[in-house]
Nanobody, 126 residues
Framework: QFQLVESGGGLVQAGGSLRLSCGAS????????MGWFRRGPGKEREFVAA??????STTYADPVKGRFTISRDSNTVYLQMNNLKPEDSAVYYC?????????????????????WGQGTQVTVSS
């Protein structure tokens, strides 16, 4: 079992930055692909970014390319969000691909992820 906990959300003005963090309480996430997803008001859950277990490969949704950066260490996955826009406002969730495979590209589908955090709210004002 993995209990994922996100932090770092908040209210920021357009053009500002936030860094989200996600870790698993009491366990290392070192061997697993990790992803970030978000759900905006009235919207479906959507993929944001993912990183392989080895951190050698990252993948991003088109709307965040060039603005968001996913990274990780053995215990935490991060999402650095720069040049935030009002349309980035959403609840952001981290997810862990368990049991996962040692792939070269982290999955983008939420159905590949087994464990999810409770979410952290990001609000970008215009």
């Amino acid at each position: 079992q993995f209990q994922l906990v996100e932090s770092g959300g908040g209210l920021v003005q357009a053009g500002g930055s936030l860094r989200l963090s996600c870790g698993a309480s009491g366990r290392s996430i070192n061997d697993y692909n990790m992803g970030w997803f978000r759900r905006g008001p009235g919207k479906e859950r959507e993929f944001v970014a993912a990183i392989t277990w080895s951190a050698t490969s990252t993948t991003y949704a088109d709307p965040v390319k060039g603005r968001f950066t996913i990274s990780r260490d053995s215990n935490t996955v991060y999402l650095q969000m720069n040049n935030l826009k009002p349309e980035d406002s959403a609840v952001y969730y981290c997810a862990l691909d368990w049991p996962g495979t040692r792939t070269e590209v982290a999955p983008r589908s939420p159905y590949d992820y087994t464990y999810w955090g409770q979410g952290t709210q990001v609000t970008v004002s215009s």
